[in-house]
């Protein structure tokens, strides 16, 4: 039922990417989200029954769950137990430790900037598949135009404010809500750009959106 391609070289070279910046010092919270796997079991409930956004939610959980004992097999010095639950956060043991989903209701931004927030952490570095975020859709439009700098009130303004399962927006509506009232930034970029992305772990300039 799980998907016949993962990609093998990319979490290889994300291995090695993570791993060396823990040697120089680097601790990482790593939150995964549900991608297509999550979409595939959403959609193949919905084809089946009239399924709520609980339970479709509740797949898309299982899927960033299936994601995280992925990545935290993968990535040494990892701690063991996955953050799956956001309102019990626990001591940081670990150079590196993984988190999932939680509850339905939102994304995996939320959880991320849920545990930004309990850390001290004063932003968080989203990294999917869009390198920006975009004045429309980039997919369908060839004419989208980046942003290189949002407040939260003018993201918040281009987005829809409601959840849906799904939901495609670079932060999901309720993760921007709690990032504008705690005050915590956001770093959108393509998340298969590594050398894009330690750019951005380094504060060194990088391509992307921020949002604050």
């Known amino acids: 039922m799980y998907p016949e391609h993962i990609d093998i070289e990319y979490f290889r070279q994300f291995k090695k990417f993570i791993e060396k910046l823990v040697k120089r010092g680097h601790r990482f919270i790593i939150v995964t989200g549900g991608g297509k796997l999550a979409r595939n079991y959403q959609n193949a409930l919905s084809a089946i029954v009239r399924a709520d956004d609980w339970n479709k939610d509740m797949v898309g959980i299982q899927a960033t769950r299936a994601n995280a004992y992925l990545l935290r097999g993968i990535l040494k010095d990892s701690d063991p137990v996955v953050i799956n639950e956001t309102d019990k956060p626990k001591k940081i043991k670990y150079p590196i430790t993984v988190g999932s989903g939680d509850t339905p209701g939102h994304s995996t931004d939320y959880d991320s900037i849920l545990l930004a927030d309990f850390y001290g952490a004063n932003q968080v570095i989203i990294a999917g598949k869009p390198s920006h ?80």
Not at 142 to 168: H, M, N, Q, V
Not at 196 to 208: C, P, T, V, Y
């Open 133 to 212: 975020v975009f004045d429309k859709d980039f997919v369908h439009h060839d004419d989208a135009k980046p942003f290189d700098y949002l407040s939260w009130k003018e993201y918040r303004a281009i987005f829809s404010k409601k959840w849906t399962p799904g939901f495609g927006s670079p932060v999901d509506p309720i993760g921007a809500k709690l990032a504008e009232k705690k005050g915590i930034k956001a770093i959108i970029i393509n998340g298969r750009d590594l050398k894009n992305f330690e750019r951005a772990i380094l504060g060194k300039d990088f391509k992307g959106t921020v949002i604050s």
